[in-house]
């Protein structure tokens, strides 16, 4: 009898089923295709003589393996980026010729993703993928976090923490459980709107913080803005130009929106930052936030499960501001091409939601360097402080 190991899920993980070839942003596109060891050496020794000589041809070994049980090999990606295993049904030809005991940890595992913290297994699902997020969003009800025993198969460990070892003596970090459940409590306490629940923890852990690092203050110059809206077009604009969306992003479905928010707010256009904010103002006022009355439990369910995979608010490091810091820029960077959505389209609906989610995560969570740097950048702006969040979220 396969050993059961007790699992903390969200409760929304329970009945996911990936729908292959159904899928429209398969994640069988766009990324490169990691093989561990085990499941590299056995693709050469494979009596299946046809599928060896693929192999032979589509795989590499690796030679900036970060971890022998993850990325040991890769497949080679063909030009229109698809993995080449691909069949004309979008179905992976390994599993269907060989099994699924020839999948790599990576494929087999995909889009779930496991943490251990302080020795019990967690388990929850990647938002790059399109179908987890339906599962995510396909109640209105509070996600809530159970308990079961599962057979563990084939899995990579995203993250191991032990939140009481000595080395967090002097880190907050040694407070992480605490600190996440409250979060995850603030959030989804509805007897405000989003926005405020959003707010009201920004002040909680900028205190939680400042109490913690005793001689460290956050107190800057003030920002000088001429208005929420003017600023917020200037550095999403900013911050879509240092993507480089239209050289060197893979996914057709961030060019595509993209697109919809240049034209939306006239971004590119040789016009003043005043108009083009005055066309996000409207989108905002006129479509988004009705929109958000009505659904605001989508997002609430995005950052609840962001902070529950992310080990919030220790999502980018030790520092439980930067964690809070970068999930609201996260939100506020969807939240803006939503609303130029909404400019070109005259209204949002749920799947724009599902959509934009996933593909924001496929492409700035998963991309390498895009929000280190902006961090860095925030930072060295002095930006990681309440002020810069109030002007973000308002
Ligand atoms: S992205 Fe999700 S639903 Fe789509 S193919 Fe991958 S696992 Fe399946």
Redesign the pocket.
């Known amino acids: 009898m396969k050993k059961l190991t007790k699992i903390i899920i969200p409760s929304y993980v329970r009945g996911f089923k ?3 070839g159904e ?1 429209e ?4 596109t766009g990324w490169d295709i990691d093989i561990d060891k085990i499941t590299y050496r056995k693709y050469f020794r494979t009596k299946n003589a046809d599928m060896r000589k693929e192999f032979v041809k589509h795989v590499y070994k690796n030679e900036n393996c970060d971890c022998e049980e993850v990325d040991y090999g890769k497949v080679r990606i063909n030009e229109s980026k698809r993995c080449p295993f691909l069949d004309e049904n979008r179905l992976c030809r390994i599993y269907s010729n060989l099994g699924e005991d020839y999948l790599s940890n990576v494929c087999y595992s ?2 779930r993703v496991y943490n251990v913290l302080d020795g019990v297994y967690e388990l929850s699902l990647f938002m ?5 997020i339906r599962r995510l969003v396909a109640s209105r009800e509070a996600i809530r976090f159970v308990e079961e025993e599962m057979a563990l198969e084939k899995h990579i460990i995203n993250s191991y923490i032990e939140s009481k070892d000595k080395r967090w003596k002097k880190s907050a970090i040694r407070r992480l459980k605490e600190l996440r459940s409250l979060s995850i409590e603030m959030i989804q306490n509805r007897a405000s709107s989003l926005q405020a629940r959003l707010l009201k923890l920004g002040y909680k852990l900028e205190k939680i913080s400042l109490s913690e690092s005793k001689n460290k203050s956050r107190d800057n110059d003030p920002i000088k803005v001429r208005s929420n809206s003017i600023f917020q077009t200037g550095f999403f604009k900013d911050a879509i130009e240092s993507l480089q969306v239209f050289s060197e992003i893979d996914s057709p479905f961030f060019v595509e929106y993209t697109k919809k928010v240049i034209s939306g707010f006239r971004l590119m256009e040789d016009c003043p930052l005043e108009e083009k904010s005055q066309l996000y103002e409207e989108a905002i006022k006129n479509i988004f936030e009705p929109f958000m009355r009505e659904n605001d439990y989508l997002f609430e369910h995005y950052l609840v499960n962001s902070m529950f995979q992310g080990n919030f608010p220790f999502t980018e490091n030790q520092d439980m501001f930067d964690g809070y810091l970068m999930l609201v820029v996260r939100y506020a960077f969807i939240r803006f091409y939503l609303a130029g959505i909404a400019a070109v389209e005259g209204k949002i609906t749920t799947e724009d939601v599902v959509m934009m989610i996933q593909t924001h995560t496929k492409t700035v969570d998963h991309h390498k360097t895009f929000i280190y740097d902006l961090l860095q950048d925030l930072k060295q702006k002095q930006f990681d402080n309440m002020e810069f969040i109030s002007i973000l979220l308002g």
């Open positions: 990936c729908i292959g899928c942003d398969s994640c069988c995909y889009p790059s993928c399109p179908e987890a």
